[in-house]
């Protein structure tokens, strides 16, 4: 099929398709399904014209010539090449049959103009700025209620009680969307009926405070599992299932959009440990992306405050004390994204982080808005010099190759890690006598 047809969402090519041939070819009787009338190419009364749902079509009994559908019945009348010009035929047709096709583009332009109306001033807009985003750069194409739309994937809005959305609110919404475009869903305890997968990030944390009085930025509904969030530019990769030759798993919906953005082709977890569960396993999402794009390298992109916990150390605190939910993390992840053995890929893994700049950036969204804005693509020619290198130390991330590396070691590296942030901060305090 020609290339052209993306110029047309797939639904609105179906809609002209599925036009009644019979509107098209002179001399047929429109109150009969099925009727054989005079071939346009042999003349022989032998030209069988289907109007059934799945056959949509003419074919001559005699000379075997035909129409695939009506589209190939208008260009033939109105002597349109339909091989070097289906997309006028397709046009052509449209006009004919009455209806209105619009091309993508400029749907998606007023899905745009429309939403950023909508959202003026709201905390949602604040929050994409904020990373260097606009609603444009967020934007998918989607499926809902058989409708191929362009939607924004960050709105502003609220959620009721029972987590449903609604757009009267000034919170900033976060609509998660399958591989397929279509929206994903959960179905809470004691209820049957699934719901759209929407995680919220509240414009005042202080007032949703979690089951510990912690005030929450982020909230997953209740009885929800962890999903990833799947930037538009992936799901258009996996669509056309083109080589990804390195996924990173960005922490946040945001960082992950933001890193698509300028070619760090990432995907968004709800927490470093949020890839996959003891029930489920990997991530059934991460693995039809490894699969269909025969990724390469997966590394886990942590924000540079990952040993920050360091900072808090005490002299005289003992070394056991120090939590170690990062190495644990690691540790889960290599084991996790190992099992991609299972399904027959050889997928290299490695674990990442922000390095600390004097610009304060944590994050790779921060990153890309902060030291790096307007040189943004030194981002990734750094990531890959940084991959190819012998310690996996980059200018502005480090990135390690764990694939083989053993859990021990692991473990050891944040040791190392621990006594080497012990020893920055502390130095100036410590003498030789109590080293
Ligand atoms: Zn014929």
Redesign the pocket.
């Known amino acids: 099929m020609s290339i052209d047809n993306h110029k047309y969402s797939d639904w609105d090519v179906r809609r002209v398709k599925e036009l009644d041939i019979r509107q098209f070819i002179p001399g047929c009787n429109h109150r009969k399904t099925t009727q054989d009338i005079e071939?346009p190419?042999?003349g022989?009364k032998?030209?069988a014209v289907n109007a059934k749902k799945d056959f949509n079509n003419a074919k001559?009994w005699?000379?075997g010539?035909g129409f695939s559908g009506p589209i190939a019945a208008v260009a033939y009348y109105s002597g349109i090449n339909l091989d070097t010009d289906w997309l006028h035929a397709l046009e052509e047709t449209a006009r004919q049959g009455g209806i209105v096709i619009t091309p993508q583009e400029r749907r998606r332009e007023e899905s745009i103009a429309a939403a950023i109306e909508a959202s003026r001033q709201s905390f949602c807009n604040q929050q994409l700025e904020a990373s260097g985003l606009t609603l444009e750069d967020v934007t998918a194409s989607i499926i809902e209620g058989g409708q191929e739309l362009f939607m924004p994937t960050f709105r502003k809005g609220r959620v009721n009680e029972m987590f449903v959305p609604d757009k009267s609110g000034d919170d900033m919404l976060i609509y998660y969307y399958r591989l397929d475009g279509k929206p994903m869903e959960y179905t809470s305890k004691g209820s049957s009926r699934p719901r759209q997968y929407v995680r919220v990030r509240w414009a005042n944390p202080d007032i949703h405070r979690s089951s510990d009085g912690k005030p929450m930025k982020y909230q997953t509904p209740a009885g929800a599992p962890s999903r990833i969030y799947i930037p538009e530019k992936i799901r258009r990769l996996y669509k056309l299932k083109s080589h990804i030759d390195t996924l990173f798993l960005q922490e946040g919906e945001k960082k992950a959009e933001k890193a698509c953005k300028h070619g760090m082709l990432s995907i968004g977890i709800q927490g470093i440990n949020n890839f996959g569960s003891q029930q489920e396993g990997l991530l059934q999402d991460i693995q039809d992306i490894a699969k269909a794009c025969s990724i390469s390298n997966i590394v886990l992109v942590m924000d540079s405050d990952w040993n920050d916990l360091h900072r808090a150390i005490k002299v005289g605190d003992s070394v056991d004390k120090r939590p170690n939910s990062f190495s644990k993390a690691v540790i889960k992840f290599k084991q996790y994204m190992s099992t991609f053995h299972n399904i027959g890929l050889s997928v290299d893994i490695w674990w990442g982080h922000v390095n600390e700049n004097d610009h304060g950036d944590k994050g790779v969204d921060d990153l890309l808005c902060g030291a790096l804005l307007s040189r943004e693509q030194e981002l990734l020619e750094d990531i890959e010099r940084t991959m190819h290198s012998h310690d996996g130390r980059g200018t502005w991330l480090n990135i390690h190759k764990i694939t083989a590396i053993s859990d021990a070691k692991i473990r050891d590296f944040w040791l190392l890690n621990d006594v080497h942030a012990f020893y920055e901060i502390h130095k100036a305090r410590l003498t030789v006598s109590n080293i």
């Open positions: 071939c190419f042999c022989k032998k030209f001559c005699v000379c010539q």
